[in-house]
């Protein structure tokens, strides 16, 4: 049987072991996996060990202006290309990271964090977790001041190399969801 209140939150398909989630029977899924942010219950709450606080969220948020977003997507269905399009429509200047790709949401693509012309401070990432050590490199060697993987995203060695870089580390957290939630 499920977690007592687990079936709510997944719309009440939890049953003999079986999830419902985006309408796929997922054998063996009794709860969902951890998450730094806890939403569920409409609450705001950061696990301790991240070291942040809503006034933390609240200030890197505020401070950025240039978010490079690596893994961005041209299909207007993926979250990349959705999370960059409410950036932008929130005043961010969005810059797209995909290699291959010349535009998306008429902003000019860069193949690499080295390749953007200007500062960057949010490196926001859509990438496997084995992808984010190197981009945590770059982002680190361009300057950025944080960090951030997406929601599902967690990679320690990608944390412990971009804090010995001096930056911020903001994991399996979607942006979108952040930003709404403080309604900077």
């Known amino acids: 049987m499920a977690a007592p209140g687990l079936a709510s939150w997944w719309g009440g398909a939890a049953t003999a072991g079986l999830i419902t989630r985006k309408n796929r029977l997922q ?11 806890n939403t569920i219950a409409g609450i705001f709450d950061i696990v301790p060990s991240m070291g942040m606080t809503e006034q933390t969220l ?3 948020l505020g401070a950025a202006r240039v978010i490079a977003v690596v893994g961005a997507s041209p299909n207007p269905g993926r979250p990349s290309h959705q999370v ?3 950036l932008i429509e929130h005043g961010f200047d969005v810059v797209p990271v995909r290699p291959k790709v010349k535009e998306i949401l008429g902003r000019k693509c860069y193949g690499s964090l080295e390749e ?8 926001d990432v859509f990438r496997k977790p084995e992808a984010c050590p190197d981009v945590a490199r770059s982002a680190v060697a361009v300057g950025a001041n944080v960090l951030w993987l997406q929601e599902g995203i967690i990679s320690e060695e990608a944390a412990r ?10 994991m399996d957290a979607c942006i979108k969801k952040v930003h709404q939630q403080l309604k900077i």
């Open 161 to 170: 190399i971009a804090r010995e870089g001096g930056l911020e580390v903001v």
């Open 116 to 123: 953007i012309p200007v500062r960057v401070d949010i490196v």
């Open 58 to 60: 609240s200030s890197i």
């Open 27 to 37: 054998p063996g899924r009794l709860k969902p996996k951890p998450r730094y942010f």
């Open 84 to 86: 960059a399009r409410y």
